[in-house]
């Protein structure tokens, strides 16, 4: 199945596929093992919310490009566009295995150990050698990052997604089961859930 196709569905139907798949860049492979989804005009936690604007452009498609921002001033963050071209839809890409180039991986993140070298977003970019200016970067085989599904798995949990005053119930975090590299879990302050999901 061509990459486009495969992440041309509902981003929340869609997220899921995005675990267990490999993301490479400048010398270093990731696994992914936690994801977001982000729903556009109908999520309030989504970039595109109100709409299509210079900064997030990208994420209205067409699917399997990156969307690169900035959070904090200093963090980069990487999603995975999905959906419908013109429709705002993508995946954050929370945390990550460095499975290839691990010493690379460690330069990039001094003082970091192996389990948290793309254990969070920003972290997951810096392992990466991601940056802001590869925002729109086609995802295909062959481009400087390179996203490659791997088989699907099956077992994985799903929970409302980190650090959210928008929509913060959705059950839209999407992790590989017990699996050491998933980050934290953090509601955003003030925000109270009828029950926290694990990790």
């Known amino acids: 199945m061509e990459l486009e196709e495969a ?12 675990l267990g798949a490999f993301l490479s860049h ?6 992914l093992t936690e994801v977001e989804a982000y729903a556009g005009a109908d999520d309030p936690g ?18 399997a490009r990156l969307y690169c921002y900035f959070t904090y001033g200093m963090h980069v963050c990487a999603n995975v566009v999905a959906g419908t071209e013109g ?30 070298l793309a254990r969070g977003p920003a972290r997951l970019c810096r392992a ?7 925002n ?5 085989p062959g481009d400087p990052v390179r996203l490659e599904l791997g088989a699907p798995v099956d077992d994985y949990s799903s929970g409302p ?3 959210l005053r928008g929509a913060p119930e959705r059950p839209w975090r999407f992790w590989v089961t017990g699996d050491p590299t998933v980050s934290v879990y953090r509601p955003a302050k003030g925000v109270v859930l009828p029950s926290a999901p694990p990790i």
């Open 46 to 63: 989504s970039h595109g919310y109100r709409g299509r604007t210079a900064r997030n452009a990208v994420m209205f498609g067409p699917p």
């Open 161 to 163: 997604r980190v650090g």
């Open 87 to 116: 429709i705002s839809s993508g995946m954050l890409l929370r945390a990550g295995e460095v499975v290839d180039g691990l010493d690379l991986a460690r330069s990039r993140r001094l003082g970091s150990t192996d389990r948290d």
């Open 26 to 31: 400048a010398g270093v492979t990731v696994r």
């Open 7 to 18: 992440l041309a569905g509902p981003v929340e139907q869609v997220a899921p596929r995005l």
């Open 128 to 134: 990466l050698d991601i940056s802001l200016d590869m």
């Open 136 to 140: 729109g970067t086609d995802l295909r």
